[in-house]
Nanobody, 121 residues
Framework: QVQLDESGGGSVLAGGSLRLSCAAS?????MGWFRQAPGKEREGVAA???????SYADSVKGRFTISKDNAKNILYLQMNSLKPEDTAMYYC??????????????????WGRGTQVTVSS
Protein backbone atom coordinates (compact mmCIF):
# COMPACT_ATOMS: atom_id res chain seq x y z
CA GLN A 1 0.00 0.00 0.00
CA VAL A 2 1.32 3.42 -1.00
CA GLN A 3 -0.01 6.53 0.66
CA LEU A 4 0.07 9.83 -1.21
CA ASP A 5 -0.13 13.23 0.44
CA GLU A 6 -0.60 16.30 -1.77
CA SER A 7 0.09 19.89 -0.79
CA GLY A 8 0.65 23.27 -2.40
CA GLY A 9 -2.77 24.12 -3.74
CA GLY A 10 -4.30 27.54 -3.29
CA SER A 11 -5.85 30.56 -4.95
CA VAL A 12 -3.94 32.71 -7.42
CA LEU A 13 -4.63 35.31 -10.07
CA ALA A 14 -4.39 34.42 -13.73
CA GLY A 15 -0.78 34.47 -14.84
CA GLY A 16 0.46 33.39 -11.44
CA SER A 17 2.30 30.26 -10.37
CA LEU A 18 1.89 27.43 -7.90
CA ARG A 19 3.92 24.36 -7.09
CA LEU A 20 2.17 21.20 -6.02
CA SER A 21 3.92 18.48 -4.06
CA CYS A 22 3.01 14.87 -3.45
CA ALA A 23 4.85 12.79 -0.88
CA ALA A 24 4.69 9.04 -1.43
CA SER A 25 5.17 6.61 1.44
CA UNK A 26 7.07 4.11 -0.73
CA UNK A 27 8.80 3.66 -4.07
CA UNK A 28 6.65 4.08 -7.14
CA UNK A 29 7.48 3.25 -10.76
CA UNK A 30 5.45 6.07 -12.21
CA MET A 31 3.44 8.96 -10.90
CA GLY A 32 1.07 11.46 -12.35
CA TRP A 33 -1.06 14.49 -11.72
CA PHE A 34 -4.72 14.50 -12.62
CA ARG A 35 -7.37 17.14 -12.19
CA GLN A 36 -11.11 17.33 -12.06
CA ALA A 37 -13.18 20.46 -12.36
CA PRO A 38 -16.81 20.59 -11.22
CA GLY A 39 -19.06 18.94 -13.77
CA LYS A 40 -16.15 17.62 -15.80
CA GLU A 41 -14.40 14.30 -16.09
CA ARG A 42 -11.04 13.69 -14.50
CA GLU A 43 -8.19 14.35 -16.91
CA GLY A 44 -4.52 13.56 -16.93
CA VAL A 45 -2.28 16.60 -16.61
CA ALA A 46 1.27 15.24 -16.46
CA ALA A 47 3.06 12.01 -15.67
CA UNK A 48 6.60 10.84 -15.03
CA UNK A 49 8.37 7.51 -14.75
CA UNK A 50 11.21 6.58 -12.43
CA UNK A 51 13.52 6.97 -15.45
CA UNK A 52 12.43 10.56 -15.89
CA UNK A 53 10.28 10.12 -18.98
CA UNK A 54 7.45 12.61 -18.97
CA SER A 55 4.21 13.34 -20.75
CA TYR A 56 1.87 16.31 -20.64
CA ALA A 57 -1.65 17.15 -21.65
CA ASP A 58 -1.69 19.52 -24.61
CA SER A 59 -3.49 22.12 -22.52
CA VAL A 60 -0.56 22.49 -20.11
CA LYS A 61 2.46 21.97 -22.35
CA GLY A 62 4.93 24.81 -21.99
CA ARG A 63 3.32 25.99 -18.75
CA PHE A 64 3.53 23.04 -16.35
CA THR A 65 6.58 20.99 -15.42
CA ILE A 66 6.48 17.66 -13.63
CA SER A 67 9.46 16.40 -11.69
CA LYS A 68 10.25 13.77 -9.10
CA ASP A 69 12.79 13.42 -6.35
CA ASN A 70 13.34 9.67 -6.47
CA ALA A 71 15.45 9.64 -3.30
CA LYS A 72 12.65 11.23 -1.28
CA ASN A 73 9.70 9.84 -3.27
CA ILE A 74 8.26 13.32 -3.76
CA LEU A 75 6.46 14.37 -6.91
CA TYR A 76 6.19 17.99 -7.97
CA LEU A 77 4.12 19.96 -10.44
CA GLN A 78 5.34 23.47 -11.19
CA MET A 79 2.47 25.40 -12.70
CA ASN A 80 3.22 28.71 -14.39
CA SER A 81 1.07 31.11 -16.42
CA LEU A 82 -2.02 29.75 -14.74
CA LYS A 83 -5.38 30.29 -16.38
CA PRO A 84 -8.90 30.26 -14.93
CA GLU A 85 -9.52 27.02 -16.84
CA ASP A 86 -6.81 25.37 -14.73
CA THR A 87 -9.12 25.64 -11.74
CA ALA A 88 -9.77 22.14 -10.43
CA MET A 89 -9.04 19.63 -7.71
CA TYR A 90 -5.62 18.20 -8.45
CA TYR A 91 -4.84 14.61 -7.55
CA CYS A 92 -1.59 12.75 -7.31
CA UNK A 93 -1.56 9.17 -8.55
CA UNK A 94 1.04 6.42 -8.41
CA UNK A 95 1.71 2.95 -9.68
CA UNK A 96 4.34 0.43 -8.54
CA UNK A 97 4.69 -0.99 -12.04
CA UNK A 98 4.61 0.27 -15.61
CA UNK A 99 7.21 1.89 -17.82
CA UNK A 100 5.24 4.56 -19.62
CA UNK A 101 4.33 8.04 -18.40
CA UNK A 102 0.65 7.36 -18.92
CA UNK A 103 -2.07 9.98 -18.62
CA UNK A 104 -4.73 7.30 -18.35
CA UNK A 105 -6.18 7.25 -14.86
CA UNK A 106 -7.10 3.56 -14.83
CA UNK A 107 -3.46 2.43 -14.87
CA UNK A 108 -2.74 4.06 -11.54
CA UNK A 109 -3.39 2.04 -8.42
CA UNK A 110 -2.91 4.63 -5.68
CA TRP A 111 -4.49 8.06 -5.33
CA GLY A 112 -4.16 11.02 -3.03
CA ARG A 113 -7.05 12.97 -1.57
CA GLY A 114 -6.47 16.02 -3.75
CA THR A 115 -5.53 19.66 -3.38
CA GLN A 116 -7.63 22.52 -4.71
CA VAL A 117 -6.26 24.99 -7.24
CA THR A 118 -8.32 28.08 -7.98
CA VAL A 119 -7.28 30.61 -10.60
CA SER A 120 -9.23 33.83 -10.85
CA SER A 121 -9.18 36.36 -13.67
Amino acid sequence: QVQLDESGGGSVLAGGSLRLSCAASAYTARMGWFRQAPGKEREGVAAITSYGWTSYADSVKGRFTISKDNAKNILYLQMNSLKPEDTAMYYCAADYAGVSASLLDYVYKYWGRGTQVTVSS
